[in-house]
């Protein structure tokens, strides 16, 4: 089960999510980053702090907007992770691409 | 060497099938570890899809030398127990999973690692289908318990030992629960 919010912020946009990523429901992940990419947010964060587990399908989402972000020029961040959850990040690598901070504030300092 | 493809079903099928060709025609040249993760990455990079990946560990055993050279592409790492000390951890390693970057800026992200091993050391290689087997409280079997079963039964031949940990890991499930994911567990030991 997974809850994606959308926070709208003066400059930047929050999507909090809650429980599960896997492949049955990666796919809402990638709607919610596209439809912040079409609000042309040049600032976009993901609250993680209620996220418990993440499947590859979940990290397949992040990883495929890396160029994206790149191209556009848009800051991408991740913040409020378990330890269990960024453990994933990092044994695969991803840790290294992404931003990933601890709380919302560390994340906007980033950009 | 040992890898997973991430996803399940039939792409997943399709995209370990691409992997094991782009593996067996690589290891044809007798590449050392970090040309064949980067050779790999380039090849699987275009027959992916952009949000599918492959994790990857290659190693190369020198008998004569006691020694394995190894590189870690986003998978799992290397459990490792030293003899000399009964101790078992993990080993420390950079890397990050082929398909991630589909250019050569991914080679930067490949490192080489050296160990030597004694008598009585056990390597064991994994997938994360054994990490993340959930009991009926939803609780992972994860990293912790299964570096204690490779201590508990340390003293086991290493197909005992692998028997033993996936008992460690059915009985850590509980008859009622299914494993999610498929599993594979390769266990070395050196004498």
């Known amino acids: ?111 | 060497m040992m890898g997973d493809v991430s996803g399940k079903g039939t792409s997943a099928a399709f995209n370990m099938s691409q992997m094991k060709g782009v593996f067996h025609s690589l290891v044809l040249d007798h590449p050392q570890p970090v040309a064949f993760i980067r050779k790999a990455n380039l090849a699987l990079s275009k027959c992916l899809e952009r949000n599918h990946f492959i994790t990857a560990i290659y190693m190369l055993v020198n008998t004569n030398e006691k020694s394995i050279r190894y590189s870690r592409a986003g998978h799992c790492p290397i459990l490792y127990y030293r003899g000399t000390t009964e101790h078992a951890d993990y080993l420390a390693s950079e890397g990050l999973g082929l398909g991630i970057l589909r250019n050569d800026g991914y080679d930067r992200y490949v490192h080489l690692n050296e160990l030597h091993w004694s008598s009585g050391d056990i390597l064991v290689l994994f997938t994360d289908g054994i990490i993340e087997a959930k009991n009926e409280q939803q609780e992972e079997f994860g990293y912790m318990r299964l570096k204690e079963a490779l201590a508990l039964h340390a003293g086991k031949s290493a197909q005992e030992i692998q028997e033993s940990i996936k008992q460690d890991v059915y009985r850590f499930i509980g008859k009622q629960q299914y494993m999610d994911d498929d599993y594979t567990l390769l266990v070395l030991k050196f004498n």
């Open chain 1, 1 to 111: 089960m997974l809850a994606i919010k959308e926070v709208f912020h003066a400059d930047y946009v929050t999507l909090q999510l809650s429980g599960e990523i896997d492949a049955s429901n990666s796919v809402l992940l990638d709607e919610a980053i596209k439809q912040a990419l079409n609000g042309n947010h040049e600032r976009i964060l993901i609250d993680a702090t209620a996220l418990t587990y993440i499947s590859s399908a979940g990290l397949g989402v992040f990883m495929s907007y890396l160029e994206v972000f790149e191209e556009k020029n848009i800051h991408f961040a991740l913040y409020g992770l378990t330890p269990t959850v960024f453990q994933v990040f990092q044994i695969l690598g991803l840790d290294q691409l992404l931003t990933i901070t601890g709380s919302a504030e560390e994340a906007l300092q980033t950009s």
